[in-house]
């Protein structure tokens, strides 16, 4: 890539760009095409600015601050801040990067022993204060953290939480009148293909005596996404005792199915979560497993955290941040590189 740079440059200031190029592609024995300058053109978008759904069917946990961690994590995690507790365990359920990916990457220090595992890499931005075990022949241990944009990363994914909280509800949590029965998430006949909407308070399941269970009525829809906006500073479900079921436990859905608890300063969950978690304000506590992504501010992590990362769609959001700047070098080394093959494609 600086090569192409460098050799368009030239071409340019000494405006010799026939004799030039062809001085260079056949030195170089390079053979341009408009494939291989699409390619290099890319390469020049910054790897952190990224959707919030790209972030969150990439990455299987995200911290805006600490981790701490007795558990594993099956997919890759990033973590702005500082890694603690005993042991922990990333990237388990990742099928064989080739070549190797970052599968674990830390803003802060690192104060503990971790396994990254499948041939996944390690970034260590701060102290490394623990032992990193790696398990590929290709995998390594870096210190530069700069394709991670830690303050951008919040920003889109808080955003993204706000912007799903001001979806209107288009479906509806059907409670039980007794105790202690099931209570139905029931999508609403007329979404069709759109994405499905529940906004409801903490009250009305994570802290509802009558509920033993929820299950999900899809209604004979098809929702690209399942939206359940959850109202509420402090969230605990430790008193009640309630278990999701049917379509909820499947992988199917989980990948579609996002928890959003916009308000939630502190997350305290015992029960299994099928489904994947954005809590940008909250401080999480998870003692059982989470089957999808997670995104929170901090956490407390004393279950797995695996499964499907979250693949849903939902409507497109306006992206208040502006798009980076191309490059110029990039830009004059693609139209230089261009001309080059032409001029050898006609020769």
Request: negative net charge; proline residues 5%.
């Amino acid at each position: 890539m600086t090569t192409l740079i460098i050799f368009g440059v030239v071409c340019i200031l000494l405006k010799e760009r026939v004799l030039l190029c062809r001085t260079c592609l056949q030195g170089a024995n390079y053979m341009l095409k408009p494939a291989t300058l699409l390619a290099i053109s890319v390469t020049f978008i910054p790897l952190s600015h990224a959707s919030p759904l790209d972030l969150l069917n990439n990455h299987q946990l995200i911290v805006f601050e600490d981790l701490e961690s007795t558990s594993e994590v099956g997919g890759t995690a990033i973590i702005a801040g500082d890694l603690n507790g005993t042991a922990s365990n990333y990237a388990t359920h990742m099928s064989q990067a080739m070549p190797s990916g970052d599968g674990l990457v830390i803003g802060g220090d690192l104060n503990v022993n971790v396994q990254v595992n499948n041939n996944y890499g390690a970034i260590v931005g701060g102290s490394n204060n623990g032992i990193v075990s790696l398990n590929g022949p290709s995998s390594g241990l870096s210190s530069d953290t700069s394709n991670y944009d830690f303050s951008q990363i919040q920003a889109e994914l808080s955003q993204f939480s706000t912007f799903l909280a001001s979806l209107p509800s288009n479906s509806l949590l059907t409670q039980p009148l007794g105790c202690c029965n099931n209570a139905s998430f029931d999508v609403g006949n007329s979404v069709g293909s759109l994405a499905a909407v529940f906004n409801i308070d903490k009250e009305d399941i994570f802290e509802n005596p009558l509920i033993n269970s929820y299950s999900l009525n899809l209604n004979s829809q098809m929702p690209s996404a399942i939206v359940i906006n959850v109202a509420g500073e402090n969230i605990d479900d430790s008193t009640f005792s309630f278990n999701a079921i049917g379509d909820f436990v499947s992988e199917a859905i989980a990948e579609l199915v996002i928890w959003n608890f916009y308000q939630s300063e502190t997350l305290n969950l015992t029960k299994a979560i099928h489904g994947s978690i954005l809590a940008p304000l909250a401080e999480l506590t998870n003692h059982t497993e989470i089957k999808g992504s997670v995104a929170v501010k901090s956490h407390f992590q004393y279950g797995k955290i695996w499964g499907p990362t979250f693949a849903g769609i939902v409507p497109a959001t306006e992206d208040p941040s502006p798009a980076p700047a191309p490059n110029p070098l990039a830009f004059m080394a693609l139209i230089v590189g261009f001309l080059c093959w032409r001029y050898r494609v006609a020769a």
